[in-house]
């Protein structure tokens, strides 16, 4: 096995479980990889050693009494920093929540703990989740462990960022236009966006609640089964959540992908890097390898996805931030923040009644598109990770303007999406992502996690 810091849920699991290793030794690693690595990285905004040691001698504690509740059972963690922590402050990446404690843990949260996992902090994001970059002037920039001198993807690049360099297991974000999926991405990591209503978002202060969705980040497809296993399912707080049973993820895992019929969308394949196009048609070769059978489609109406996703998360996230939009503290957010709200404030009743007829149209074109194909594969974004520029407002623009068309009509539409790595371009990571049928999550974990086993250079570390 790699270093203990790179070993991913299910490596380390069985050793848990068996009594080999110790959750608190793992635990140690895990926070002495963020004493040697974030000074450089940021990627948390903050590290809570004292508590993660305390919950790490609690499960071991219970593990050496036969107390044994599950794979989760003392794996050390970290989410983005806009998940309810109770007695751990919860920023949002903001200024204004700088010193905000929440008295309640959000249902993700809760479930996980449940199950036996090790909080050792919260991890740095956008502003309020605005932005594909996690350039972030309140507490610092996330920086690529794979090129500091590159972003990692936003809004959760710090999970992208920590769960690539070994600074925590997995992670989970949120995903309103690409959030999860843009730095698994650029960091190479395995990224979930599920069903729109899959995942509980009690105790989420999301602004944009139509669209957003809350999943894992981890260094495996098999990883991201496990934590779906635990988070997923409905929630009585939440009145997003769907009445829908959670699949037996597990029973994906393994499955031969033999006549799964793929389809590939001119919409996605344009305007690619080069990197990127060569690496994401070699992962299509390869899954074709495995028995898949692909099948380019036309999807004009994908066209609509940006301008969708615009009018819709803008003047929700003004909506949520009217108040303080209309006093003098609104200079407390950071530029771009601000002028992203000031801009959702001005779309007009029409224009979103306008797109939310434009996501209708398109979940009906997925859905004609379903009934020839089983998934649609496609690049998860065009471009491997920027450099940074000395211009953060213009290259956020630019990144969301480049990436979002790719990874918004999942969002528009509530469709699972999975993004996983595929190879590396200059020295930076490419992803792929697959984007199924309503609740199809465990059909997505099985082709990665097929393509995953095929192809052992997709488990990918950048820092040793």
């Given at each position: 096995?790699?270093?203990?810091?790179?070993?991913?849920?299910?490596?380390?699991?069985?050793?848990?479980?068996?009594?080999?290793?110790?959750?608190?030794?793992?635990?140690?690693?895990?926070?002495?990889?963020?004493?040697?690595?974030?000074?450089?990285?940021?990627?948390?905004?903050?590290?809570?050693?004292?508590?993660?040691?305390?919950?790490?001698?609690?499960a071991e504690a219970e593990i050496m009494a036969g107390k044994y509740r599950g794979p989760l059972h003392g794996i050390p963690f970290a989410p983005k920093d806009i998940y309810?922590?109770?007695?751990?402050?919860?920023?949002?990446?903001?200024?204004?929540?700088?010193?905000?404690?929440?008295?309640?843990?959000?249902?993700?949260?809760?479930?996980?703990?449940?199950?036996?996992?090790?909080?050792?902090?919260?991890?740095?994001?956008?502003?309020?989740?605005?932005?594909e970059t996690n350039i972030n002037t309140h507490y610092g920039n996330v920086r690529n462990p794979w090129n500091t001198d590159c972003i990692s993807g936003g809004s959760s690049?710090?999970?992208?960022?920590?769960?690539?360099?070994?600074?925590?297991?997995?992670?989970?974000?949120?995903?309103?236009?690409?959030?999860?999926?843009?730095?698994?991405?650029?960091?190479?990591?395995?990224?979930?966006?599920?069903?729109?209503?899959?995942?509980?978002?009690?105790?989420?202060?999301?602004?944009?609640?139509?669209?957003?969705?809350?999943?894992?980040?981890?260094?495996?497809?098999?990883?991201?089964?496990?934590?779906?296993?635990?988070?997923?399912?409905?929630?009585?707080?939440?009145?997003?959540?769907?009445?829908?049973?959670?699949?037996?993820?597990?029973?994906?895992?393994?499955?031969?992908?033999?006549?799964?019929?793929?389809?590939?969308?001119?919409?996605?394949?344009?305007?690619?890097?080069?990197?990127?196009?060569?690496?994401?048609?070699?992962?299509?070769?390869?899954?074709?390898?495995?028995?898949?059978?692909?099948?380019?489609?036309?999807?004009?109406?994908?066209?609509?996805?940006?301008?969708?996703?615009?009018?819709?998360?803008?003047?929700?996230?003004?909506?949520?931030?009217?108040?303080?939009?209309?006093?003098?503290?609104?200079?407390?957010?950071?530029?771009?923040?601000?002028?992203?709200?000031?801009?959702?404030?001005?779309?007009?009743?029409?224009?979103?009644?306008?797109?939310?007829?434009?996501?209708?149209?398109?979940?009906?074109?997925?859905?004609?598109?379903?009934?020839?194909?089983?998934?649609?594969?496609?690049?998860?974004?065009?471009?491997?990770?920027?450099?940074?520029?000395?211009?953060?407002?213009?290259?956020?623009?630019?990144?969301?303007?480049?990436?979002?068309?790719?990874?918004?009509?999942?969002?528009?539409?509530?469709?699972?999406?999975?993004?996983?790595?595929?190879?590396?371009?200059?020295?930076?990571?490419?992803?792929?992502?697959?984007?199924?049928?309503?609740?199809?999550?465990?059909?997505?974990?099985?082709?990665?996690?097929?393509?995953?086993?095929?192809?052992?250079?997709?488990?990918?570390?950048?820092?040793?």
């Amino acid at each position: 096995m790699e270093p203990i810091y790179y070993a991913t849920i299910s490596e380390l699991a069985p050793l848990i479980r068996a009594k080999q290793l110790s959750p608190v030794k793992l635990t140690e690693a895990i926070l002495a990889r963020i004493e040697k690595l974030d000074p450089t990285l940021n990627s948390y905004i903050t590290v809570i050693p004292e508590h993660a040691l305390q919950q790490a001698r609690q499960a071991e504690a219970e593990i050496m009494a036969g107390k044994y509740r599950g794979p989760l059972h003392g794996i050390p963690f970290a989410p983005k920093d806009i998940y309810y922590t109770k007695g751990v402050r919860t920023t949002s990446g903001s200024a204004f929540l700088r010193h905000f404690v929440p008295n309640y843990n959000a249902t993700v949260i809760k479930r996980l703990e449940d199950a036996g996992c090790i909080l050792t902090g919260k991890l740095n994001m956008n502003e309020f989740a605005v932005g594909e970059t996690n350039i972030n002037t309140h507490y610092g920039n996330v920086r690529n462990p794979w090129n500091t001198d590159c972003i990692s993807g936003g809004s959760s690049g710090g999970s992208g960022a920590a769960v690539s360099a070994g600074l925590s297991v997995f992670s989970i974000g949120t995903d309103s236009a690409g959030s999860i999926r843009v730095p698994s991405a650029f960091c190479g990591v395995y990224g979930l966006k599920p069903t729109y209503g899959r995942v509980s978002l009690y105790g989420i202060p999301v602004l944009t609640k139509s669209l957003v969705g809350a999943g894992p980040m981890a260094r495996g497809a098999e990883d991201l089964a496990i934590v779906m296993h635990t988070i997923a399912g409905f929630d009585p707080k939440d009145n997003t959540s769907e009445r829908v049973p959670p699949d037996n993820y597990y029973s994906y895992l393994g499955k031969s992908i033999t006549g799964i019929r793929i389809g590939l969308p001119d919409y996605f394949f344009k305007d690619l890097d080069q990197g990127v196009h060569s690496h994401v048609w070699r992962a299509i070769r390869d899954l074709e390898g495995l028995g898949a059978q692909f099948k380019e489609v036309s999807m004009p109406e994908l066209s609509m996805s940006l301008v969708a996703e615009v009018a819709t998360e803008g003047p929700e996230a003004a909506a949520y931030h009217h108040e303080i939009l209309t006093t003098p503290k609104k200079e407390l957010y950071q530029d771009y923040t601000r002028i992203t709200l000031e801009a959702g404030e001005l779309t007009t009743g029409m224009q979103y009644e306008k797109a939310q007829k434009a996501r209708r149209v398109m979940r009906n074109a997925f859905y004609r598109t379903f009934e020839d194909v089983d998934v649609v594969a496609a690049p998860t974004v065009p471009i491997t990770a920027p450099h940074f520029t000395s211009h953060p407002i213009e290259q956020n623009l630019d990144v969301w303007m480049r990436c979002t068309p790719y990874t918004s009509p999942a969002d528009v539409t509530g469709l699972p999406s999975l993004s996983f790595p595929v190879g590396i371009s200059n020295g930076l990571p490419v992803g792929m992502q697959i984007l199924g049928k309503p609740f199809s999550e465990g059909r997505l974990l099985q082709i990665a996690y097929a393509y995953q086993k095929a192809v052992s250079s997709n488990k990918l570390m950048p820092i040793q």
